[in-house]
């Protein structure tokens, strides 16, 4: 009799496995995400929003890939880095960091995480161990690289940074529609002061592989700080004709960049 209970008790904890099996695979299918496919992370930079990524995220998903747009309180490196680790913990399995402008610096710090395939940086900070935004324009600047006006004239209200509307039409988003700069300046996130001089240790660069897209008629960021981040990390390195807003002035080039980093992993 006991011998019999056994094997029906086996039998049951077969069964519930299972049925565990089979609902994860069905949950997986319901999110659309293929067991192969990694998850992309998107994170936005200063002065802005995971709105940032509304042209490449539907493009991704045609492509059949899950992503995930992070909204970053901009407070603070590290508050920053915990939003992108939740989002990396919701994925089903590896995950692909994409950051613009601030958010190359997020993901340096973030993309530690096991789960993390590789990085990918849109017209993004690339900082090495101990560097900072502002450290990264000083050394520009002693390398005698030509300024950009983006960041000439910002307004600081209780320790946070926002970008004049005519900053965003003239400078940040200079090719795209007007009212569609005009949504980004209404939108725009405001920027801790102290996330300037935020260092990064450990760069995620150093151990998992690196995509960087130069943008050539970036204002806030001089390309040619860009060009030379992009070599640093050893970055597999590719331009467009864009402004600092790359992914939405030249969505599908971004998306081609985003594609090849996850073919890869």
Do not use: C
Request: glycine letters at 8%.
């Amino acid at each position: 009799m006991k011998k019999r209970l056994f094997f029906v008790g086996a039998g049951l904890a077969m069964l519930s496995l299972s049925f565990v099996v089979s609902t994860s695979a069905t949950r997986s299918a319901a999110n659309g995400q293929p067991a192969d496919k990694p998850t992309i992370v998107l994170v936005h930079g200063a002065f802005a929003d995971g709105s940032s990524w509304n042209k490449v995220i539907p493009l991704l998903q045609k492509q059949g890939y899950q992503t995930i747009a992070v909204q970053n309180p901009l407070t603070s490196l590290g508050e920053d880095v915990a939003f992108v680790e939740r989002a990396i913990a919701e994925a089903p399995g590896k995950v692909i960091l994409v950051g613009h402008s601030w958010g190359g610096v997020v993901i340096t710090q973030a993309g530690n995480q096991e789960k993390v395939g590789a990085l990918v940086y849109v017209a993004a900070y690339a900082p090495d161990e101990g560097q900072s935004i502002e450290s990264l324009h000083k050394e520009a600047a002693a390398q005698k690289i030509p300024e950009v006006p983006g960041l000439a004239d910002p307004v600081v209200t209780d320790g946070f940074i926002r970008l004049k509307e005519d900053a965003i039409i003239q400078h940040f988003a200079q090719d795209l529609p007007l009212q569609d700069r005009k949504n980004i300046a209404a939108g725009q996130g405001r920027f801790h002061v102290s996330t300037i001089g935020a260092k990064v240790s450990n760069p995620a660069w150093k151990a998992k592989p690196s995509f960087y897209v130069v943008a050539d008629n970036d204002h806030m960021i001089p390309p040619q700080l860009e060009s030379n981040m992009a070599k640093h990390i050893g970055a597999t390195t590719y331009h467009v004709p864009a402004s600092h807003v790359a992914m939405l002035a030249k969505p599908d080039k971004i998306v081609e960049v985003i594609l090849e980093a996850a073919k890869k992993q």
